[in-house]
């Protein structure tokens, strides 16, 4: 297993249009979590799953946002009419059900919305 | 409600020497502690997390921290710095197993002076 792998590192969009970003999580991890870090800060939390539920969606920053993870295996967020100030590092990360062994992050995807 | 605050923007030692980065949490429920290191370009990387066992955490590269309940502290040290500690460095907690998610510190920026 190589870790966690988010896809594409690298988003570039126009004002207004929808992203979607990907994450694949460690095959054994059932938790998955989304982050945004913007410059300078530490990561924010958004959103979490446990398999396929979403038990955790209230940090989402707005009715823009949306995640899914349907089979409790890779995760979507997606982003739609995006505003500049979308434009950050979207972090996943993904841990064993009560995340005592630690959360291991992907490198994250780069959004920049002009 | 959990919050992190690391008292220091900025950090610099010269290379050899002793590294102290601090940090102060805060957490209605007994939390899991951890320090994750971001060197530039780069993911999160774990350095170590303390989660109710041993109070001396011992991690990677030579990093340890001590989780103080009555000072609400959990400072982050090295004996020698190196020049490859240079990097960002976040304090973070979790709380009910991560079901708020991980909170993280602003970061503390490295420098290691030759």
């Known amino acids: 297993d190589t870790g966690v792998s988010q896809d594409p590192r690298h988003k570039i969009t126009k004002r207004g249009q929808n992203v979607t970003f990907r994450c694949d999580p460690i095959?054994?991890?059932?938790?998955l979590y989304w982050y945004r870090q913007t410059l300078g800060q530490g990561p924010e939390f958004l959103t979490y799953?446990?398999?396929?539920?979403?038990?955790?969606k209230s940090r989402l920053l707005s009715d823009r946002f949306s995640a899914e993870r349907p089979k409790g295996s890779f995760s979507t967020l997606e982003i739609q009419r995006t505003e500049q100030g979308d434009s950050a590092m979207y972090l996943c990360a993904s841990s064993l059900a009560t995340g005592s062994y630690g959360y291991t992050f992907g490198s994250g995807t780069r959004l920049t919305v002009v | 409600a959990q919050s992190v605050t690391q008292l220091d923007s900025h950090v610099s030692v010269s290379e050899g020497t002793p590294v102290l980065l601090r940090c102060n949490y805060s957490s209605s429920y007994s939390p899991s502690l951890f320090w994750y290191v971001q060197h530039p370009n780069k993911g999160l990387q774990l350095l170590l997390k303390y989660t109710s066992a041993a109070t001396l955490v011992k991690g990677i590269n030579g990093f340890e921290a001590e989780f103080k309940k009555s000072e609400t502290s959990f400072h982050l040290t090295k004996p020698s710095a190196h020049m490859s500690d240079a990097a960002e460095y976040f304090c973070v907690v979790s709380t009910r197993g991560g079901a708020d998610g991980l909170t993280f510190g602003k970061g503390t920026h490295l420098i290691i002076q030759p």
């Open positions: 799953f446990q398999n396929e539920a979403q038990l955790e």
């Open positions: 095959s054994e991890h059932n938790r």
